[in-house]
């Protein structure tokens, strides 16, 4: 479960005008550079998050079904363990966190389990294959090709006879075209509008 922002035009101006109302001349004081970033850093994240109007969402893991519950345990450890790295200056803490970050290999190596599994179970692999890419690059979104087809004043709309169609065309198109090659016409003066 996570919570979504809602970042609109009312928000952004509330957030505006906190910030022109808070004051920032103790955050400035002092002179090491960290706490100085840290607390600016934290003031804007108060100001942020108390502008914005939170709305809670659960995600629904059935679109990724190779995530399984241990796999989203381990990526909340991991995100867990990064939140203290990034704060502390202990080696001991930087060094299991860098070891813990092989886990990527292992969620990978889920996901291509998963994807192998599908495919060896598909009846049609090469359709389960670009649906499995179109999925990883995000676009699944379906357009309609062609549906139908006018040839001779009928409208065809048979797969099949529209594709034989076209290949009748284009076979007919590359027999013209040799045919007057051999003869030694020149196609272009006989045919002002080349395919």
């Not at 867990?80 to 080696?91: E, I, P, Q």
């Not at 291509?112 to 670009?130: A, F, G, P, R, V």
Request: hydrophobic share 30%; charged share 20%.
């Amino acid at each position: 479960m996570q919570y979504l922002s809602n970042i609109n035009s009312t928000t952004t101006t509330d957030f505006q005008i906190k910030v022109s109302y808070n004051t920032w001349d103790n955050i400035f004081q002092g002179s090491n550079v960290n706490i100085i970033f840290n607390n600016f850093l934290n003031t804007c994240l108060r100001i942020f998050y108390s502008s914005l109007i939170k709305k809670r969402i659960t995600f629904n893991h059935k679109h990724n079904p190779w995530i399984t519950k241990r796999t989203r345990t381990l990526c909340n450890k991991k995100r867990g363990l990064y939140m203290k790295y990034r704060v502390s200056n202990d080696n001991n803490l930087k060094l299991y966190f860098e070891q813990y970050c092989t886990i990527s290999e292992v969620i990978r190596a889920a996901k291509k389990l998963h994807h192998d599994k599908m495919i060896l179970n598909s009846k049609n692999k090469m359709e389960t294959t670009w649906k499995i890419i179109k999925t990883g690059t995000g676009k699944t979104n379906h357009t309609k090709g062609v549906q139908s087809l006018k040839t001779n004043n009928t409208i065809m709309d048979n797969h099949v006879i529209n594709v034989n169609t076209f290949n009748k065309y284009f076979i007919s198109v590359g027999y013209t075209f040799i045919s007057s090659v051999k003869s030694g016409n020149n196609i272009h003066r006989n045919n002002t509008n080349p395919i």
